[in-house]
């Protein structure tokens, strides 16, 4: 929240996080407490403002909900990394990142708690309009850390109230009753809570992010009715829309847009992002952390509407020629001008023989081409472009760009899923697709001359379509591992070898295409010839591996070793 004043740990609570009483009570009695907290208006706006503080929790300099996409089919994170690990299948229940999100998550339910449980002492001298947002802000807090909390890790103990060091030791409580839970609080929250905000308030939850975050979870949960009902009611409000660049969206141009519905605002004396830095390219002094997939690259759509199989616009020589625009906006591929340090612009290119590339300013000259000669340089060939802004390159690892969490895209393509789900397909389905594929080409929705256009009201062909609109719109946003879990596509897409780029020139222009299933996912069966040549390619993961048991995250060790309630059990196959 960059207008919102964060105060990380100005509120502290006795919280369940699965360490010891030690921990519990380990903070000073020096420091704010409820006993003497919480009885003016100017605490509780703190309070709730240091509720959102977990929200940016970082892993390896990126947020987390960013990093959880190097862990799905979209991304690889090229360092040793957790989200490596947890890509090839080989965490385990000590697995960092699998404990802090948790921990962070609880973190963040018993500052809400505190908040909520004494906030009541400040009634009298709070004016009742900011009583009410301060108590819909901490409900929609409390369950969007427990809608996270239940998406990895299925049952989880629900912790409804301030708990003393003798009450924390808890059962898990079942993932239906934690939803309900969720749906509750979202309601209390959208009842509460202001459509939109001005001035230094600017970037609080509002009426419909309570909407659009209990349309999201009914979605994972097939509640399709439910989900169906909260998007549109989002949609009706009429408050939200499509920015018109898609690329510009994920720039400072686009930030706290109609079409951010929630997002972390950084603010350089509060918090930053190493996003730029760690996506970007070698030439850009870069890191080429968080690395597209081959498989996101081919999964973008041909201008005729049709997947690379299919369609004779696909040409194998130049990949994002006749392809959705969204391609080139999320992707930085060969022939794209790009920015670097000090000011230059130079053009991109992977090609294993281009050792130079041109600089264009600000002068013409050929300089060496980090892309290909330094070993750590992308292995697959693309680099994300999303959240990456010239504006950063000068102090790259002390961003302040806003990362939305929720944004009216995926609202709509919510309502459309749940629709197709629940067979009630009419024309608000076709247009709620629409308005996010034309708003890739930069067009309105009714020029369907000047956009391949969604006609059909076949369920089987909708539901294949909005699954590959879900996987490309909101392509390294964090919302993928949960879209391959709920469909039960894991298995499919996660397994086997995670191919790199070609770097043989003699195949490099001629690979051959993969074949598409009906989730959009690409087979690499074809690339299995090529393999006994040593020196083909760059090969990513060899190979990932995703069992049954991965489509939950283990309980952190921590918690299993401390919490010995009979009822407080690891998930199987940990």
């Known amino acids: 929240m960059k207008k919102v004043n964060i105060i990380i740990g100005l509120v502290y609570a006795v919280l369940l996080v699965g360490c010891n009483k030690d921990y519990l009570n380990r903070y000073p009695e020096d420091q704010p407490n409820s006993a003497t907290y919480f009885t003016t208006a100017e605490q509780l706006n703190l309070a709730v403002s240091g509720a959102y503080a977990n929200l940016s929790y970082q892993q390896d300099g990126f947020p987390y909900q960013m990093q959880l996409e190097?862990?799905?089919?979209?991304?690889?994170?090229?360092?040793?990394?957790?989200?490596?690990?947890?890509?090839?299948?080989?965490?385990?229940?000590?697995?960092?990142?699998?404990?802090?999100?948790?921990?962070q998550s609880y973190i963040g339910i018993g500052r809400c708690n505190m908040l909520l449980d004494n906030m009541s002492?400040?009634?009298?001298?709070?004016?009742?309009?900011?009583?009410?947002?301060?108590?819909?802000?901490?409900?929609?807090?409390?369950?969007y850390y427990y809608a996270n909390l239940i998406s990895l890790y299925g049952d989880v103990p629900l912790v409804v109230k301030s708990i003393t060091p003798e009450e924390s030791f808890l059962p898990r409580t079942s993932k239906v009753e934690v939803l309900n839970f969720i749906f509750t609080d979202l309601d209390s929250a959208a009842a509460k809570l202001p459509l939109s905000y001005t001035g230094t308030d600017i970037g609080r939850a509002t009426k419909t992010s309570a909407l659009a975050l209990k349309a999201r979870i009914a979605l994972y949960n097939s509640k399709w009715?439910?989900?169906?009902?909260?998007?549109?009611?989002?949609?009706?409000?009429?408050?939200?829309?499509?920015?018109?660049?898609?690329?510009?969206?994920?720039?400072?141009?686009?930030?706290?847009?109609?079409?951010?519905?929630?997002?972390?605002?950084?603010?350089?004396?509060?918090?930053?992002?190493?996003?730029?830095?760690?996506?970007?390219a070698r030439?850009?002094?870069?890191?080429?952390?968080?690395?597209?997939?081959?498989?996101?690259?081919?999964?973008?759509?041909?201008?005729?509407?049709?997947?690379?199989?299919?369609?004779?616009?696909?040409?194998?020589?130049?990949?994002?020629?006749?392809?959705?625009?969204?391609?080139?906006?999320?992707l930085l591929g060969d022939g794209d001008t790009w920015f670097g340090a000090g000011g230059i612009t130079f053009n991109m290119t992977y090609?294993?023989?281009?050792?130079?590339?041109?600089?264009?300013?600000?002068?013409?000259?050929?300089?060496?081409?980090?892309?290909?000669?330094?070993?750590?340089?992308?292995?697959?060939?693309?680099?994300?472009?999303?959240?990456?802004?010239?504006?950063?390159?000068?102090?790259?690892?002390?961003?302040?760009?806003?990362?939305?969490?929720?944004?009216?895209?995926?609202?709509?393509?919510?309502?459309?899923?749940?629709?197709?789900?629940?067979?009630?397909?009419?024309?608000?389905?076709?247009?709620?697709?629409?308005?996010?594929?034309?708003?890739?080409?930069?067009?309105?929705?009714?020029?369907?001359?000047?956009?391949?256009?969604?006609?059909?009201?076949?369920?089987?062909?909708?539901?294949?379509?909005?699954?590959?609109e879900r996987k490309i719109e909101l392509a390294g946003e964090g919302l993928r591992l949960f879209d391959i879990r709920r469909w039960n596509i894991a298995e499919k897409v996660m397994n086997g070898i995670l191919f790199g780029k070609a770097m043989n020139k003699a195949i490099?222009?001629?690979?051959?295409?993969?074949?598409?299933?009906?989730?959009?996912?690409?087979?690499?069966?074809?690339?299995?010839?090529?393999?006994?040549?040593?020196?083909?390619?760059?090969?990513?993961?060899?190979?990932?591996?995703?069992?049954?048991?991965?489509?939950?995250?283990?309980?952190?060790?921590a918690e299993i070793d401390v919490n010995k309630n009979p009822g407080f059990v690891q998930n199987p196959g940990y």
């Open 70 to 103: 190097g862990t799905s089919d979209l991304i690889w994170q090229r360092p040793t990394t957790d989200a490596q690990t947890i890509g090839l299948g080989q965490h385990t229940s000590n697995t960092t990142m699998i404990r802090t999100i948790w921990t």
């Open 121 to 143: 002492k400040a009634k009298a001298v709070t004016p009742a309009a900011q009583y009410s947002r301060i108590e819909g802000e901490a409900k929609f807090l409390r369950a």
């Open 225 to 280: 009715d439910i989900a169906a009902a909260a998007s549109k009611s989002v949609m009706d409000l009429g408050y939200h829309s499509l920015y018109p660049s898609y690329r510009n969206l994920f720039m400072y141009a686009g930030e706290n847009s109609r079409e951010s519905i929630f997002a972390f605002d950084y603010k350089l004396t509060i918090r930053t992002t190493a996003t730029p830095q760690n996506n970007q």
């Open 283 to 330: 030439n850009s002094s870069g890191f080429s952390g968080l690395v597209p997939t081959r498989a996101l690259a081919d999964s973008y759509e041909c201008t005729d509407g049709q997947t690379i199989d299919k369609s004779p616009l696909y040409s194998t020589a130049d990949p994002f020629k006749n392809r959705d625009p969204r391609m080139r906006q999320t």
């Open 351 to 468: 090609h294993p023989d281009s050792t130079t590339c041109t600089r264009y300013s600000p002068t013409i000259a050929k300089i060496p081409n980090l892309e290909v000669t330094n070993a750590f340089s992308s292995y697959s060939g693309y680099i994300m472009k999303k959240y990456l802004d010239p504006l950063d390159i000068a102090v790259p690892n002390q961003s302040e760009l806003a990362f939305m969490l929720i944004r009216y895209a995926e609202v709509l393509l919510t309502y459309a899923e749940a629709k197709i789900e629940l067979n009630q397909i009419d024309a608000s389905v076709l247009t709620a697709i629409n308005l996010v594929r034309a708003r890739g080409y930069g067009v309105a929705a009714t020029q369907t001359t000047l956009y391949p256009s969604i006609n059909t009201t076949n369920q089987t062909e909708l539901r294949s379509i909005v699954r590959r």
């Open 508 to 557: 490099y222009y001629t690979l051959p295409k993969p074949t598409l299933d009906a989730n959009s996912s690409p087979d690499y069966a074809s690339f299995n010839s090529l393999l006994p040549v040593s020196g083909n390619f760059k090969i990513m993961d060899n190979p990932r591996v995703f069992k049954p048991h991965n489509y939950l995250w283990p309980i952190p060790q």
